[in-house]
């Protein structure tokens, strides 16, 4: 018994002591620091072609759908790859799946199924071409993309855009609180990109026009340009 209140004064010594301690070390609330951003944009040209072909059909009986849908894949995927081309023209399927249609009784009255195909790459005519010989998948829809090397090849210059416009924002606006300069505190840096608005509704019209008139003519399209941008945004001390 004669060692526990020595021992208990102990603890209650160590404890204000680093109560105290604690309300020493507190971190000071940063003073004249200033958030903002900043962007950089670069526009290129759209150098891939994203085209989808797509076969419907329906029936009342699911695995007849389900084989006549696979026979229109097939015979596209034979076609396809025939003019198949690492990176000018690259063969994939796409969606594969049967749905059933219900009647007012709540009972299944038939199937309808869907499967696509798609072809995509850098040369246009080729991808093109190829789809106006498949007659039993026509195009679904056409769209465009930015290749990896082409987004690389302008991110640099969209970023270097980005840190100039916030290295001139932080300058003008430090002095426009009445200080001689900054000192950045922290910075984060991420890219997007911003495309047209799509076209695949007028481009399916164009494409199945095209193919009734003949069956090796190649499907009008034309790719727009996209927008590499770099976003810069963090906090600087003002001094």
Known sequence: MKLIAPLAL??????????????????????????????????VQQDLLVLTLAATREGADAATVQTQLRQALDAGLAEAKKAAQPEQMEVRTGQFGLYPRYGKDGKITAWQGRAELVLQGRDFARITGTAGRIPSMPISQVAFDLSKEARARVQGEAQTRAIEEFKNRATELAKGFGFSGYSLREVSVNSDEMSPMPRAPMMAMQAKSAMASSADE?????????????????SVQLR
């Not at 102990?10 to 002591?17: N, R, Y």
């Not at 190649?218 to 963090?234: D, F, Y």
């Open 10 to 43: 102990a603890c209650a010594i160590a404890s204000v002591s680093g109560t105290a301690f604690a309300q020493n070390t507190v971190t000071p609330v940063p003073q004249n620091v200033l958030q903002l951003s900043a962007s950089g944009s670069v526009d």
């Open 218 to 234: 190649s499907v009008p399209v034309e790719a727009g340009k996209a927008k590499v941008v770099v976003n810069v945004s963090g």
